[in-house]
């Protein structure tokens, strides 16, 4: 299911792709720590205001929703090495009554590789809007699992609201 606009030719004002926020308050805990830090690669990127953008890579849609697959790798780290937080290639599986949103799973530089996906959040239903040659999901919920709450240093509980999730991919 799709929701169409009255005006199906309006533009979006955003590349394709996911744009979150992550956790405002974590990443200004991270920034104002010691050595705190943020880095932005593999097609990933920042609007310099605290949104990071990961790029669309691919999207499917079968009968239990969507799974939307971005690009991209946000790495925060802090107090001299000792925090270390990745959000690298999101994907989002979203059906009309819930989802999750997973990443894959980095170490750090020189540790053994290890690529499996952890949910980090659990995510409310939502329908995309059809913008012109696009969907767009405006506003998705996200809450952490425990998996989020071990990827934030057990600094929140499970069930934490995230920042919203925004996502707009082309039309399928």
């Not at 805990?29 to 990071?52: N, P």
């Not at 990443?103 to 996906?117: C, H, L």
């Amino acid at each position: 299911m799709v929701n169409e606009r009255d005006d199906a030719s309006e533009t979006p004002d955003i590349d394709p792709g996911l744009h979150w926020r992550i956790k405002d308050s974590f990443v200004k805990y991270v920034l104002r720590g010691a050595g705190g830090a943020y880095s932005v690669t593999d097609g990933a990127d920042d609007d310099g205001a605290g949104t990071f953008f990961f790029p669309f890579a691919s999207a499917s849609r079968g009968d239990g929703g969507w799974v939307l697959s971005f690009g991209g790798d946000v790495r925060f780290s802090g107090h001299h090495g000792a925090l270390f937080v990745p959000f690298t290639e999101p994907v989002i599986r979203l059906g009309e009554t819930g989802g999750t949103l997973a990443i894959r799973r980095t170490v750090p530089e020189g540790s053994p590789a290890d690529t499996e996906r952890i949910v980090i959040a659990e995510l409310t239903g939502e329908v995309p809007q059809r913008l012109g040659d696009a969907l767009a999901w405006p506003a998705v919920t996200a809450q952490l699992t425990p998996a989020g709450v071990s990827l934030l240093g057990d600094a929140y509980p499970v069930g934490t609201l995230m920042d919203p999730l925004r996502m707009l991919i082309p039309a399928q």
